[in-house]
């Protein structure tokens, strides 16, 4: 009985979902032509949605250390990754204009693809690494001078298990590339809320634990994996 509750759940849930965010993908593309800043616009716009769509949903975000995102250079969130719910959640978390690395392969699904174009989002195609290596110069370039912000998830995908998996380097090279503080952040409960091996949604409470910034790793032997380490480890603490 239980379990049909939950999949009638996540079946309105998804419509829910489905519907907010097209009728935000409606805004944008009246609205956003009109507007300089579009980017900013559409990411602006997209928090009301998710806020509703939490709502809706039963699941309530609790943000612990927003204080520590800085205000006044650009900077690297490195985050554990439970569910498909932590990006919408982070965006609510950090107020500060930001993109996500993600696999190219998230733009082919449907309005998630068109999210990441719009809003800025960085895809990478890790199946031919000439163009990655293209677009992350570009990427040290403008976080360097200070024109764009990353949320990175280092795990490189969802946890299967909600336990931390290990860290890649790549979000740890861009910092030590481009001299940028980097950010550690622990979020929990999305894995109950959401996990990678179901699509059967559940309400619950999220919290995203920003922790005070480390600073850019030593770009010498053993600096990127020094930094790893100890990033990995604030956030293995707190989850």
């Given amino acids: 009985m239980i379990n049909l509750i939950y999949i009638i759940y996540s079946i309105i849930g998804w419509i829910v979902c489905a519907l907010a965010f097209s009728c935000h993908m409606a805004l944008v593309l009246l609205v956003s032509p009109f507007l300089k800043d579009q ?27 927003a204080e520590n995102i800085p205000e006044d250079r650009a900077f690297i969130v490195v985050a554990n990754h439970q569910s498909h719910v932590d990006i919408p959640a982070f965006l609510l978390a ?13 733009l082919n699904v449907p309005i998630v693809g068109w999210d990441i174009r719009s809003q800025g989002h960085i895809a990478i195609d890790r ?32 946890s299967a298990t909600g336990k931390l998996g290990k860290f890649k380097l790549g979000a740890f090279d861009l ?56 990033v990995a480890a604030i956030i293995q603490a707190d989850i």
Avoid: C
């Fill in 127 to 158: 199946k031919n690494p000439a163009q990655s290596r293209h677009q992350l110069q570009s990427l040290v370039t403008d976080i360097s001078t200070n024109k764009k912000n990353l949320v990175i998830f280092a795990e490189g995908t969802r």
């Fill in 175 to 230: 910092a030590a590339k481009s001299g940028t503080v980097i950010v550690p952040a622990s979020i929990t409960g999305s894995y109950n809320v959401l996990n990678k091996k179901s699509m059967v949604m559940k309400p619950g409470t999220i919290r995203i634990r920003i922790h005070p910034v480390v600073p850019p790793p030593s770009a010498e032997a053993g600096g990127l994996e020094s930094a790893r380490e100890r």
């Fill in 39 to 65: 980017v900013e616009f559409n990411i602006a716009s997209t928090r009301p949605i998710i806020r509703f769509s939490f709502w809706i949903l039963g699941i309530r975000l609790i943000v612990e250390g």
């Fill in 94 to 106: 950090i107020r500060r204009p930001f993109g996500f690395v993600a696999k190219k392969e998230l």
